[in-house]
């Protein structure tokens, strides 16, 4: 009985061959050459997982790749080997997604309404200023125009750069104030210049300086600057 149970179990494994080899000669024959596909394995294990559609999702509202794969813990690589799997190409989605966004807004400076260019939300005309001056409405030299075009340090008779500043004074202005931040504004480098003038220095602790302008508060108070 026993190798009779064996025959009949073997025969029931041979009927289901056949019928699962026809079955794939039928989608083969559907699918033609497979190897043209080229379907990405790796994508193919993460269909089932919920993860894949939602990655698809964010991607093609204009989330990138990094910015997805922050969210699920894994590399860049992994999400777009994940999207491949989808048919999802660079231009669904991502950056090229938010530069088309983009620009359907105006530019986030006030009182242009100019359309924005890019990611950035400006308009070429203010972008290329911030890119060149740091700032979308730098300080142009017709601002210092009333001071006749000279550097506005008390006794200092060079031409002014830019700030209302000769290239000298602008450059220290610039370190001082981006790099130690001795001082705060315009207004309040003039007023260090002038202090440094009437302590008869030109290099001195910055301490000292203020140290002096708390001790000397009547020459200070008037704003030597005023943005009009």
């Known amino acids: ?42 994508a193919f294990k993460e269909f089932n997982k919920p993860r894949a559609s939602d990655m ?3 991607y093609v509202s204009g989330s990138t790749l990094q910015e997805i794969g922050d969210i699920y813990g894994v590399t860049r ?7 491949s799997g ?23 400076v006030d009182d ?3 359309l924005a260019t890019g ?11 911030v890119r060149n001056y740091g700032t979308p409405k730098p300080k142009f030299k017709r601002e210092f125009m009333e ?20 290239n000298k004074h602008k450059t220290n202005y610039y370190i001082q104030r981006e790099r130690y931040k001795n001082v ?10 002038k202090a440094k003038r009437m302590m008869g220095k030109t290099k001195i602790n910055y301490s000292k300086i203020r140290e002096f302008m708390n001790n000397n508060p009547e020459h200070f108070k008037k704003d030597l600057y005023v943005r009009k």
């Not at 083969?28 to 080229?38: A, D, F, M, R, T």
């Not at 690589?77 to 999207?83: D, F, T």
């Not at 705060?184 to 210049?193: A, E, G, P, S």
Request: a positive charge; aromatic letters at 8%.
């Open 77 to 83: 690589e992994r999400v777009r080997q994940i999207l």
């Open 112 to 114: 242009c309404n100019t």
């Open 56 to 58: 698809k999702e964010m």
């Open 86 to 108: 989808f048919g999802v190409d660079r231009n669904d989605g991502g950056i090229a997604k938010k530069i088309e966004m983009a620009k359907s807004i105006p530019c986030s």
């Open 1 to 42: 009985m026993e190798k009779l149970d064996l025959y009949i179990e073997w025969k029931e494994l041979v009927k289901k061959s056949k019928e699962i080899n026809a079955r794939k000669r039928e989608i083969k024959s559907k699918l033609g050459n497979v190897s043209e596909l080229k379907i990405d394995s790796y």
């Open 147 to 166: 001071n006749d075009g000279g550097c506005l340090v008390e006794g200092c008779d060079r031409p002014f750069s830019a700030y209302g500043l000769c």
């Open 119 to 129: 990611v950035h939300g400006y308009c070429r005309h203010h972008y290329i200023r």
């Open 184 to 193: 705060t504004d315009l207004n309040d480098f003039l007023k260090v210049q």
